[in-house]
């Protein structure tokens, strides 16, 4: 299995490294030239073409970022990989990673991290397993039929991932776009109608479009009129005993097709079944249904210009709608090595930690029209854990070394699972932590470390600790870089859950980019160089921290729980878990003093809507957040307890940074 794993991983980084180069080295396709034929014998044994100067000189690349940037770009472009599949937890990607983070701990020489079980003290396993609620629903059988004719499942329909575990047969009934108060007094739905009731309701995705397929009622995207979560809930509570949603013919929208069960989680679960039809599947089976044999594209003309409400169709063809679903949990791991320290500080302890997890295909944490696609995560956060792994190798070395202090703390070296949905493997550490509080002296973290530019670096968490910036100012100094020292030991990274805990905290982060959170976070990307500087600097500050006095750790430090400083404003909230495809920004906490704690936004609060438009996930709010400037007053619309609250929210500055 180990001489497997090695050979795997072996031609993974050969290859990573190769590919790498090669694009680092050509900045643009060459031209094409027309290709020249000579005939002969050739001697294999002694063939070798004379350099030019037009062939890449990918040694002389490689050679000139040094050893620790080419170790660390090994690392990076093999967990973006596709074969790693994105990293989601849950995933085999995921697993495949951890294999690979362990592996290199061992490597490193590093011990486990871990006892076997909670409450154990000896330490056996390089593993922290953890479970994640959630999951998602898995479909366990489903059909949808007219008559004797069966649809095929992931070709003409999906189980919608809000259905319930129910089989019905029954007619039709369109509801439009099912909207029950929309812009300029439009609604879907006649007052008292009875025509959904019995029936299943054929409604339309999103909301009335224009000629061009883009929204009547949004500039951007779309407005919080087209969420499906109030859809399902409007056509249950008239009676409609199953659900076909349908995509809008020629919408302009990247999610035309299909989506995936995991993708469709509108809300809360239905009773009743839920399905997802394809376009030319209810074209058919609406015109078959309808009397006057209407196309959809027909249908959906009316429904824009809202010229029609629910319509009974045909009750000779039955259609049959069946969805058996279960959920559960996502099993994953947080990996550890520890570095075992010696003399007087041997029991004391420094923490050291990076995200190996991703996003996977998109399904969570990323733009909704990238759905179902790769995304790599090399820098988010590949990067980190790169250097995590690369600083494995660095202090092992220098622990062994004479020049090592005789009295040094041990090192937990961690890579947490579930930091892209809400921190949750830092965060199960610290509920369920390996290592007494009070013998930690600092956790150093590493997130988002490979897109430096101009050699700017940001180090969070300068505030954390009594005295913190002068004992930093030598090493930042030392390092030759622009360090933006940022007081605070918040923000959305593992770091937090650390500073919550009361323990001093760095963080360090090279800056957001156009393909944060996107499939073109590729390995090719990145700046080996740039991170080659930042773990020479982490490395500076923790053998400083696995010698020298102990930090006391400094609370009063504040932080917007919810960016790292890319808006004039802050809202003040913590995104958290959302299960898989749910819609909305789940509130995990609220900082005290914020624009959400003033405006009454609570922890559980799923927020929906930003004057008026769609929140589909973290990103949207984020970018509402670059739009606007202190005193901007916005309406947020959000569900607590079931029901929905739109509250008045008066925006705050960021806090400068130190």
């Given amino acids: ?44 044994y002694d063939y070798s073409p004379d350099e030019t100067g037009t ?26 990989n596709p074969y790693f599949e994105g990293r989601a937890p849950g995933s085999d990607g995921i697993a495949a990673a951890a294999n690979y983070v362990e592996f290199w701990m061992r490597h490193a020489g590093l011990e486990p991290g871990f006892p076997a079980k909670e409450g154990e003290s000896e330490r056996t396993t390089y593993r922290q397993p953890f479970e994640l609620p959630g999951a998602g629903p898995k479909v366990v059988d489903s059909a949808v039929s007219i008559g004797d004719s069966a649809l095929k499942s992931g070709q003409d329909y999906i189980v ?29 739905f006649k007052d008292d109608s009875e025509d959904l009731k019995g029936r299943i309701a054929v409604f339309f995705r999103y909301e009335p479009i224009n000629q061009e397929g883009v929204s009547r009622w949004s500039e951007r995207r779309w407005s919080e009129h087209s969420a499906a979560a109030p859809k399902l809930e409007a056509l249950a509570k008239r009676g409609a005993v199953g659900v076909i949603m349908v995509t809008p013919p020629d919408a302009r929208d990247a999610r ?38 209407r196309t ?19 009750d000779s063809v039955q259609v049959t709608l069946k969805a058996e679903l279960t959920t559960g949990t996502i099993s994953t791991d947080n990996i550890g090595g520890v570095l075992r320290g010696a003399g007087s500080l041997a029991d004391e302890w420094v923490i050291v930690g990076s995200h190996y997890d991703h996003v996977g295909f998109g399904n969570y944490g990323a733009d909704p029209r990238n759905r179902g696609k790769l995304h790599p995560g090399a820098d988010d956060n590949a990067s980190g854990t790169a250097a995590m792994l690369c600083m494995t190798k660095l202090m092992s070395d220098w622990y062994g070394s004479d020049s090592a202090p005789k009295d040094r703390r041990s090192v937990l070296f961690m890579a947490f699972s579930a930091e892209e949905v809400g921190l949750d493997g830092s965060r199960h550490w610290t509920e369920h932590p390996t290592l007494k509080q009070e013998s930690i002296n600092a956790m150093v973290n590493l997130d988002m470390v490979g897109r430096m530019r101009n050699d700017e670096l940001v180090v969070g968490g300068v505030g954390s600790a009594k005295g913190f910036k002068d004992w930093l100012r030598p090493r930042f100094e030392e390092s030759g870089l622009t360090i933006r020292a940022d007081l605070s030991g918040r923000g959305p990274s593992d770091h937090a859950s650390f500073y919550s ?15 944060y959170h996107k499939p073109g976070d590729h390995g090719w990307t990145v700046n080996p160089g740039g991170a ?13 921290l696995a010698s020298e006095p102990k930090l006391e750790f400094e609370g009063k430090t504040a ?5 790292r400083g890319y808006a004039k404003v802050r809202l003040g909230v913590s995104p958290g878990y959302a299960e898989t495809g749910q819609q909305g920004v789940v509130v995990e906490a609220v900082s005290d003093g914020t624009s959400a704690a003033e405006a009454g936004i609570k922890k559980g609060d799923v927020l929906l809507s930003w004057n008026g438009e769609l929140l589909e996930g973290a990103g949207d709010m984020m970018d509402h957040l670059r739009k606007h400037a202190p005193g901007d007053k916005v309406k947020i619309k959000l569900r607590r307890d079931g029901k929905d609250i739109e509250l008045d929210v008066t925006m705050k500055a960021s806090k400068p940074r130190g």
């Fill in 559 to 563: 932080g917007s729980g919810q960016d």
């Fill in 160 to 188: 919608l991932g809000s259905s319930g575990s129910a089989s019905v047969t029954a007619p039709l009934a369109f509801a439009g776009y099912a909207i029950e108060s929309g812009r300029d007094g439009y609604t879907s």
């Fill in 1 to 44: 299995m180990l001489l497997t794993l090695r050979s795997t991983l072996t031609t993974l980084l050969g290859a990573a490294c190769a590919v790498s180069a090669i694009a680092m080295a050509q900045d643009s396709e060459p031209a094409h030239k027309k290709g020249t034929i000579i005939e002969g014998t050739v001697n294999i």
């Fill in 532 to 544: 080659s500087k930042v773990i020479t600097l982490a490395e500076s500050i923790t053998k400083g």
């Fill in 256 to 293: 035309r097709g299909l989506e995936s069960t995991a993708t469709s989680r509108f809300g809360d679960r239905l009773t009743i079944p839920a399905a997802q039809l394809s376009i030319e599947a209810m074209d058919a089976l609406i015109q078959q249904a309808d009397p006057n044999a």
């Fill in 55 to 80: 062939d890449p000189d990918i040694a002389g690349q490689l050679a000139a970022i040094g050893p620790v940037g080419q170790q660390w770009y090994q690392h990076v472009m093999t967990l973006s």
């Fill in 296 to 314: 959809l594209a027909e249908w959906r003309q009316q429904a824009d210009e809202g010229a029609v409400t629910t319509v009974p169709l045909k």
């Fill in 501 to 515: 805990a009361g323990i001093p905290v760095l963080s360090l982060f090279t800056g957001v980019h156009d393909v």
